[in-house]
């Protein structure tokens, strides 16, 4: 007799968890052990549920690493007593903490799902319960009695997005986040169709989860413009005890090639400060060197994001910097694809 999957419901904070007070139109937090009272379809999925919150909700503007880690310490916890795990989060910073999930879940093989909403649950026109219905329904599908996904994944209006992929992209539409660069692990229509050939396969991995918990946060992100200063540029790489850098470069990578910028940026890596190009492009991918204007970047140590997205490459960067590797050891790992964040 087959068992009914089980799912955690892990509630951190956000829109998707507030109900209206109809007397005084104000918002407060859902309980959520009163969730199948409230959103009676659930019953209808055939899984056992289980809610836990966060005792103090974080708006996810609030949200850091210390928080990252009482996400993954919940999933770590719980591990072997649930197959798959559904995470509420505030969508403005949720593409940020789902990609520091990611690399935090070593040999992860069931389902983290992160969603949320743009209107609060009790709202009239909420898209909270199509979210949270179809977020329960993506962590119990198993294909031969294992889970058809086996990563973080973010859902959102009808799209499952791998969550290292993707960018928020509206405050307003439905349809907040955008992956430009990898496809919809699934779509929801009528029916809920996975496009399994873009899933992490991970029928090769037979050892236990481990959770990366250090997590290193002297970083900062350059986003370069015409006209940008010495002084900003020289300010911003001499902040104390800097570890790292995304800079976000135009087009495929490219940044002034003026002397004085490149010696600081030779400067810094000469004083073990990782430097990472990403793209200021929604989609698209980093090429150092085919333009003259990346080739001096890619000759003093510049690490290459290719076509990783900001959010991702400051999760990946929190993660690494924490293993203390030498420059080439760094650069080969944070090329290479660890979680599905590159291509």
Known sequence: MSTKPKILLIYTGGTIGMMKDYKTNALKAFDFTQLLDKIPELQ???????????????????????????????????????????????????SYISSAISFMLENLQKPVIFTGSQ????????????????????????????????????????????????TKMSAEQFEAFVSMNYPPLAESGVYLKFNEHYLLNKSHIHSSLVVKKKLVTDIVILKMFPGITKNVVESILNIQNLKGVVIETFGSGNALNESWFVNLIKKAINNNIRIINVTQCLGGNVNQGHYETSVALKKVGVVSGKDITTEAAIAKLMYLLSENFSLSEFTHYFEKSLRGEIS
Do not use: W
């Open 44 to 94: 209808q999925l055939n899984c056992q549920i289980k809610s836990i919150s966060f005792e103090n909700p974080i708006d996810s503007s609030n949200m850091n690493t210390t928080y990252y880690v009482d996400i993954a310490e919940i999933i770590e916890h719980n591990y072997n007593l649930y197959d798959g795990f559904v995470i509420l989060s505030g969508s403005d910073t949720m």
């Open 119 to 166: 209107l609060p649950i009790g709202d009239l026109r909420t898209d909270a319960k199509e979210n949270l219905i179809t977020s329960i329904e993506v962590a119990c599908t198993q294909k031969n009695g294992v889970p058809m996904i086996q990563e973080v994944c973010l859902y959102f209006e009808y799209k499952l997005y791998r969550a290292n992929r993707t």
